[in-house]
């Protein structure tokens, strides 16, 4: 249950922050010395295409949200035996912050007309992500050559279950980041892209603070860290 307070509380965080820089609040009609049309206002307000990723992301964290809540469940059960973290996790871990990293610097060059840093932060971007699922594909053949098959044990099937759904969800992300990185390389204008560029950016992101999370789920370090807030605060 902690595990899924750290979750949602850490997506709404997110959304917070993301919604402040949507302009969703703003009232240009009572901002003084400003005159602002209305139509036009409409008309340049949330693109859809920001709107859908919300929508979807929202599905998406649901969505791990049962499956964090179904662990934490099924984990206290005698039958449970938590197998072993390979440490490949960790540099995965590493790899799939620099990939959110080098979108994030994409956005940036986009926001600056930089097409020359666009491209090298979508390509440093893609790559990390491909470089990641190699590693979880590695992680899962360790754990196999060490006997810790998918139905041998409820924490295996756990295991394998949610790093193949994040994994696929990663997948789905590197198919419209290598559209946008075709467009770019075949001589698009940055304005093209730009809004692809950034919601590539915030997929990656979201995808990252999901792995981070479901990473402090499997190695237990999650409840430890809600165990130390209790007792700073108590």
């Known amino acids: 249950m902690s595990a899924i307070i750290l979750f949602m509380a850490g997506i709404a965080a997110i959304a917070g922050w993301w919604l402040s820089h949507q302009r969703l609040t703003a009232k240009p009609w009572l901002e ?9 206002e409409r008309t340049s307000s949330l693109p859809p295409a920001k709107i859908g990723l919300g929508v979807f992301l929202a599905v998406v964290g649901s969505l791990f949200a049962l499956f964090i809540s179904a662990y934490s469940m099924r984990m206290n059960m005698v039958d449970w035996r938590a197998l072993p973290m390979p440490g490949l996790l960790w540099f995965n871990t590493v790899v799939l912050v620099l990939s959110s990293v080098a979108l994030q610097g994409a956005h940036a060059a986009a926001r600056r007309n930089n097409i020359d840093g666009v491209i090298v932060g979508l390509c440093a971007g893609g790559a990390s992500a491909v470089t990641f699922l190699i590693g979880q594909l590695l992680a899962w053949r360790e754990l196999r050559l060490e006997g810790y098959f998918l139905a ?22 590197l198919v419209a980041l290598g559209r946008t990185t075709a467009k770019v390389w075949h001589g698009a204008a940055v304005t093209d892209v730009r809004l692809s ?34 007792q700073l605060l108590s």
Do not use: K, Q
Not at 32 to 40: A, I, K
Not at 152 to 173: D, E, Q, W
């Open 32 to 40: 003084e010395g400003v005159m602002v049309d209305l139509r036009e």
């Open 197 to 230: 560029v950034e919601l590539c950016a915030i997929y990656w992101h979201f995808l990252l603070l999901v792995w981070l999370v479901l990473l402090g789920l499997l190695t237990g370090w999650t409840d430890d860290f809600v165990d130390i807030c209790r």
């Open 152 to 173: 041998s044990n409820p924490a295996n099937s756990f295991f394998y279950l949610i790093t193949a759904v994040h994994g696929l969800h990663l997948m789905g992300g």
